[in-house]
């Protein structure tokens, strides 16, 4: 079975850290690109993060870039998303998504979605 859980999220203060986990089952992060989404509270998803580990290409959004890390664990078969220096307005449910020919943030690319995790800085 084809499965994404995220974890990692919770309540944190501005300033503060949080890294956010995306452990895979049933394929491997080497056949697939990993995209972060977030969604906050009445407002639509939007892209965070893109990584795809066969080639290495990594981007970020312009709101997270310099802020956010995207790394990930073979031998656990697990993607991480390391927020430092959160933001009020970091705020919002955090999606890891996979596909094999998932491009950039267009989620009809994705085949794969985990349950999602909130996170929650207070200012």
């Known amino acids: 079975e084809v499965q994404l859980v995220e974890s990692g999220g919770g309540l944190v203060q501005a300033g503060g850290s949080l890294r956010l986990s995306c452990a895979a089952s049933g394929f491997t992060f080497d056949d697939v690109a990993i995209g972060w989404f977030r969604q906050a509270p009445g407002k639509g998803r939007e892209g965070v993060s893109y990584?795809?580990?066969?080639?290495?290409?990594?981007y970020y959004a312009d709101s997270v870039k310099g802020r956010f890390t995207i790394s990930s664990d073979n031998a656990k078969n697990t993607v991480y998303l390391q927020m430092n220096s959160l933001k009020p307005e970091d705020t919002a449910v955090y999606y890891c998504?996979?596909?094999?020919?998932?491009?950039?943030?267009?989620?009809?690319?994705?085949?794969?979605w985990g349950q999602g995790t909130q996170v929650t800085v207070s200012s």
């Open positions: 998504a996979a596909g094999g020919f998932a491009l950039g943030y267009v989620e009809s690319t994705y085949d794969y």
């Open positions: 990584f795809r580990r066969r080639d290495g290409v990594t």
